[in-house]
């Protein structure tokens, strides 16, 4: 037993009591304690190193503009006029299709970014502040860029975007794939029209609301005006586009029953003028042969007659439906330029980096503290009065301040 008192463990009996969940406790605590004063200046260099990152961030980052729009989505009606009048065509033998078709509000968003609608988009023209001018989006993203990009973009390719140039220029797929003149009902496009539908598809995006049937669109860019404007234009294709899907069938129709239209027109002339050379050829037809021939050809006209009037009432029944089925998209919140900015969120940034600044340091404190402490442990008296000694060496405000300042502490 040395001069303090302290006995050895060797020499407790067995009914000496032990540290119980408390003391272990307080020991954990003193370690947390320990590594957090021994490692401050390493946690404050890691802390200032990220908030530095953060300001930077903050402050250099490019400024967004997020403009909004809210529609209300509204199928056309199923009905279809005139059924009686299809029935009596269909009873000449005129068969003119039919069917609803499968399209419903919920496609919508699917249709916003279809290439059949974002193609026109692209090639549409808008106003850029910055270029003070109006071109499409096709021609401003193909646009000769300034010295700084040209070497962001020369770096990138060398670096970062390497591996992807090296496959693409194994596999071509750069090259332009042109579409022969004989080949229809097939749209080629060009790599600036891809890549211009591939940035038009990042910078918007779509929000429904299932219970209302409201749909959200919202685009950010770096210009408010160019925000509002693309918003715009793509409500504009989207009714369009919805038109044509909706009314495919019905311009079919149309389509059909004018070409019938015209044909039955041209028969009933021919059969007019059939029995107007019979009768000028036989004048006041006295025998029985004769007679039936007459009445043969005004069966002819008069059939040729009602088909003819049938057809015109389903043409004008058809065409008055072509205008009446027609999507209807309300513009409940018309997109506007937008006053204040969407991004970056400067207060967001720093108080994300100092978080992560201090977990990080945190981190690294305990890390290095368990490779120092492979070595060995040091007890629990020798770890409390290391951090009363610490605490006690000057003041809390001094030792804040010089976190940033001062040289990492001997280990």
Do not use: C
């Amino acid at each position: 037993m040395d001069s303090e008192g302290i006995p050895d463990k060797s020499l407790r009996s067995a009914d000496a009591p032990v540290f119980s969940d408390e003391s272990e406790e307080s020991i954990s605590l003193l370690d947390i304690l320990l590594v957090l004063t021994r490692r401050r200046r390493i946690i404050g260099r890691v802390l200032g190193l990220s908030l530095a990152i953060g300001l930077t961030l903050a402050i250099f980052s490019p400024t967004k503009y997020t403009a909004t729009a809210k529609v209300i989505r509204e199928s056309a009606g199923d009905k279809v006029s005139g059924l009686s009048g299809l029935a009596a065509l269909r009873g000449f033998g005129i068969n003119i299709g039919g069917g609803a078709s499968g399209l419903t509000e919920e496609n919508y968003p699917e249709i916003l970014r279809s290439r059949e609608l974002l193609l026109p988009v692209v090639n549409s023209p808008f106003y850029f502040n910055d270029l003070d001018t109006s071109m499409s989006l096709v021609a401003y993203q193909t646009r000769h860029p300034g010295l700084p990009k040209i070497l962001i973009k020369s770096l990138r390719a060398v670096t970062i975007d390497l591996p992807g140039n090296i496959l693409r220029w194994i596999r071509g797929v750069d090259s332009v794939a042109t579409v022969p003149e004989d080949v229809s009902g097939i749209v080629g496009l060009t790599w600036d029209e891809y890549e211009s539908i591939k940035f038009l598809n990042s910078i918007f995006s779509v929000n429904v609301d299932r219970s209302s049937g409201m749909m959200t669109i919202s685009t950010t860019t770096k210009d408010a005006l160019l925000s509002a404007q693309i918003i715009s234009t793509l409500i504009h294709n989207l009714r369009l586009r919805v038109q044509d899907l909706y009314t495919e069938k019905s311009r079919e129709n149309v389509e059909f029953i004018g070409a019938r239209f015209e044909e039955a027109g041209v028969d009933l002339e021919e059969t007019e003028g059939n029995l107007a050379r019979f009768l000028d050829a036989n004048q006041n037809p006295q025998t029985a042969r004769l007679m039936v021939e007459v009445e043969r050809l005004q069966r002819q006209v008069t059939i040729k007659t009602e088909l003819y009037r049938e057809l015109q009432t389903q043409l004008m029944q058809s065409e008055i439906e072509l205008q009446h089925k027609q999507p209807v998209i309300t513009v409940v919140e018309a997109p506007v330029p937008p006053l204040e900015r969407s991004a970056p969120k400067r207060k967001l940034i720093v108080v994300m980096s100092l978080m992560l600044g201090l977990f990080a340091g945190v981190g690294l404190a305990y890390i290095g503290q368990f490779i120092n402490n492979l070595g060995g442990d040091k007890s629990q008296e020798q770890s409390l009065e290391e951090i009363k000694a610490t605490l006690d060496s000057s003041r809390w405000l001094g030792k804040l301040i010089s976190l940033f300042l001062s040289k990492p502490a001997s280990l």
